[in-house]
C-alpha cells in the first residue's frame, strides 16, 4: 500500500521508542511474538502500549468510545481494500439529490465506466444521486461505497447494498480518511455542504503536503456553470486577498467532458508513477528515464523550489527497500521547497509531457 502521505511524516526511527516499564515491556512483546505478527511488529507493539496508557489517563467514556470506534473503522476500511492495492482507484463526490433524469447523473454515469474500462476503480459515498450513477456506470465489481450513518439512516444505492466492499462508517474523519488515503484521483461533481467539504479537505491536503499529490477533476452538465462560478469565489477573493497563491489554482482542473476528464487522469500517470520523502529529499518514480535535455530543462524551469543541489535522475535509495515492487523504476530526486506543493504539481505536469531517453 503506497503511504497516502507519500512518507511526508519523517524523522522518526525504524524501531519505535516506547515504553511504559521493564516488566509490561516484556510483556507487550512476547504477546506481539506469540500472537504471530511477523510484519512491523514493533507498530502492533506501540499500539498495545498507546492503549495501555489510555487505560492510565482518567478519559471520560465518550472519549474512549471515540478512539475505539475510529480504530476498529479504521481497521476493517484497510482490510476491505487490501486485496485491490494493485489497482489504482477513483474517488467521485457529488450531491446525493441529483436525480437520474438530471443531465449530470449521466456525466457521472459515463464518467464512472470509462474510468473503469481504463483499469480504474471507482470509491463513492454509496449513497444515491451523483454516488449511485457512478457505481451504475462503474458496476458492482468495480465499486467501494463508503456509507456515513446519520440520524436520517442514509441507504446505499442499489449497486452497491450488500456488497461485501460497501462499508457503513460512524465518522466522517474516517470516511474522509479512506477517500484521501485510497484514492489515485479525485472527481468532484456539483453538490451542497458536503462535496464542498471534501473538495477543500482534499485541496488543502495536497497544499500543505499532508496526502499525496494527484489529479483533481471538476466536472458538470454540459454547458454548466457549478465550478465557474466557483472559480470566481476562489479568484475573486481568496487569490485577490493572498489567502491562496496562483500555483494553487495547479491542483485541480475544471473539464467540460467526460473525455476531457479521463485524459487528464491518464496523463497524470503517463510517466509519473508515485512520490516518496526519504528525509529531505523526494524521490519521484518515474515509468520510463527522461532525457538529458528533459532534465535541463526541469532544472531550469523549477529552479525557484529546489532548495539546493539540483534534480538528478537516478535509481531507487536504499530507504525504499521496503517497496521491492517498484524498486526497478527510475528516479528523479530533490530537495524542494515544502512550502510550494502547487509548484510541484506543475512539475509533474512538465515531467509528463518531457521527452523520454
Known amino acids: 500500500m503506497e ?7 519523517h524523522d522518526q526511527p525504524p524501531r519505535r521508542q516506547w515504553t511504559i516499564n521493564s516488566p509490561f515491556d516484556e510483556r507487550v512483546r512476547e504477546l506481539v511474538r506469540d500472537w504471530g505478527a511477523k510484519k ?19 478519559m471520560s467514556i465518550a472519549d474512549l468510545k471515540l478512539i475505539n470506534r475510529s480504530v476498529k473503522e479504521m ?10 492495492q494493485h489497482l489504482r482507484k477513483v474517488a467521485i463526490f457529488g450531491s446525493a439529490r441529483t436525480s437520474a433524469d438530471s443531465p449530470e447523473f449521466k456525466v457521472a454515469k459515463d464518467f464512472a465506466r470509462d474510468m473503469v474500462a481504463q483499469n480504474f476503480m471507482v470509491i463513492t459515498g454509496g449513497g444515491d444521486g451523483i454516488m449511485g450513477a457512478a457505481q451504475h456506470g462503474a458496476g458492482r465489481a468495480h465499486s467501494f461505497g463508503l456509507n456515513i450513518r446519520l440520524p436520517s439512516e442514509q441507504r446505499a444505492n442499489e449497486v452497491i447494498e450488500g456488497d461485501p466492499k460497501l462499508i457503513n462508517l460512524n465518522y466522517f474523519f474516517t470516511r474522509k480518511l479512506t477517500f484521501v488515503k485510497e484514492a489515485h484521483a479525485f472527481a468532484l461533481f456539483p453538490g451542497g455542504f458536503g462535496t464542498l ?5 482534499v485541496l488543502t491536503l495536497m497544499q500543505t503536503g499532508k496526502s499525496r499529490v494527484i489529479p483533481v477533476v471538476m466536472l458538470d452538465r454540459p454547458r454548466g456553470s457549478y465550478w465557474e462560478t466557483w472559480m470566481k469565489f476562489l479568484t475573486g477573493q481568496l487569490l485577490k486577498l493572498g489567502f491562496i497563491s496562483q500555483e494553487d489554482l495547479s491542483f485541480f482542473k475544471i473539464v467540460h467532458s467526460v473525455r476531457e476528464a479521463v485524459a487528464e487522469i491518464l496523463q497524470f500517470y503517463k510517466i509519473y508513477h508515485s512520490a516518496r520523502w526519504v528525509g529531505q529529499r523526494l524521490v519521484v518514480r518515474i515509468s520510463h528515464r ?5 532534465i535541463i530543462d526541469l532544472n531550469e524551469k523549477f529552479a525557484d523550489i529546489v532548495r539546493s543541489g539540483e534534480i538528478i535522475q537516478g535509481a531507487a535509495l536504499r530507504q ?8 526497478d523504476l527510475p528516479r528523479l530526486i ?10 510541484l504539481r506543475q512539475l509533474i505536469d512538465a515531467l509528463n509531457a518531457s521527452s523520454l531517453a
Open 197 to 201: 467539504d471534501e473538495t477543500f479537505e
Open 290 to 294: 527522461l532525457s538529458k535535455k528533459a
Open 40 to 58: 512491523s511488529p514493533e507498530l502492533i507493539e506501540e499500539m498495545i502500549v498507546t492503549a495501555l496508557k489510555i487505560a492510565r489517563d482518567q
Open 3 to 9: 503511504d497516502f502521505t507519500g512518507g511526508a511524516i
Open 75 to 84: 481497521r476493517y476500511t484497510a482490510k476491505v481494500f487490501a486485496p485491490f
Open 320 to 327: 525504499e527497500k521496503n517497496e521491492p515492487e517498484i524498486w
Open 334 to 343: 530533490f530537495a524542494p521547497d515544502r512550502n510550494r506543493f502547487g509548484r
